[in-house]
């Protein structure tokens, strides 16, 4: 069956240090993966989209890598800091193609940044 | 502020009740998504609609319903509620019905089944 699973529920780093999750997938063909933010109690925000023909994506201080072969995305917060704690899901493009569109999520890792 | 607006913001009622969740999309956008969210489940789609039609449907119980309506807005209907319907009920929206849409999630809706 099709599994997307994030490399940690939580994560604990230094202020100023990079932050680097994980999103491992199997049993998917996605054309395209997706990060979100999300703050406790609040609605996921649209971090960064990154296509398979894509092998990574920069916005600011953040990073993602996509690997289809290893069937990985990597998402990298560089010089981290407090502000930045909060959970991040990734997403994938379900089965199904055309207008069949259904966006799996990840159950996400929580970022804590230490001041 | 995502410009995707959910009501009512809580929502607690008992086993067997009916509710409805409300949700108007960002201006302009086309596609509704609902999703809901537990902490043993994570964010589960539920159902899309797109202009009146429904275009995708996830895990959606038979016990609840969705539909869109002509202006665009969107209600989630939920019917003998059970405990382990308690959770947090997202609704989203993109311009499009194309998967490489950014969707935009609104504030959501907490349900409490007692």
């Known amino acids: 069956s099709q599994k997307i699973e994030q490399n940690s529920e939580a994560l604990n780093i230094q202020e100023g240090k990079t932050a680097t999750l994980t999103c491992n997938y199997t049993?998917?063909?996605?054309?395209?993966l997706q990060w979100y933010r999300q703050d406790p109690g609040r609605g996921p925000v649209f971090l960064l989209l990154i296509r398979e023909n894509e092998k990574e994506k920069r916005k600011e201080r953040l990073k993602v890598t996509f690997d289809t072969t290893l069937k990985q995305s990597l998402f990298h917060i560089t010089a981290s800091q407090p502000a930045d704690s909060a959970t991040y899901l990734c997403a994938l493009k379900g089965p199904g193609g055309g207008s069949n569109y259904k966006l799996t999520f990840g159950k996400g890792t929580l970022l804590t940044v230490n001041p | 502020d995502s410009g995707v607006t959910q009501t009512p913001k809580h929502l607690i009622t008992a086993t067997g009740q009916r509710v409805t969740l409300r949700c108007s999309p960002r201006?302009?956008?086309?596609?509704v998504y609902w999703y809901q969210q537990s902490l043993d489940q994570g964010l589960q789609f539920l159902i899309q609609?797109?202009?009146?039609?429904?275009?995708a449907k996830g895990n959606i119980l038979e016990r609840f319903s969705a539909q869109q309506f002509p202006d665009l807005h969107s209600e989630l209907n939920l019917s003998s509620l059970e405990l382990g319907d308690s959770a947090l009920y997202f609704c989203a929206s993109s311009r499009t019905s194309g998967g490489f849409n950014e969707q935009f999630f609104g504030p959501g809706t907490r349900l409490t089944v007692l």
């Open positions: 609609y797109y202009n009146g039609e429904e275009r």
């Open positions: 201006s302009g956008d086309l596609s």
């Open positions: 049993n998917y063909s996605p054309a395209y």
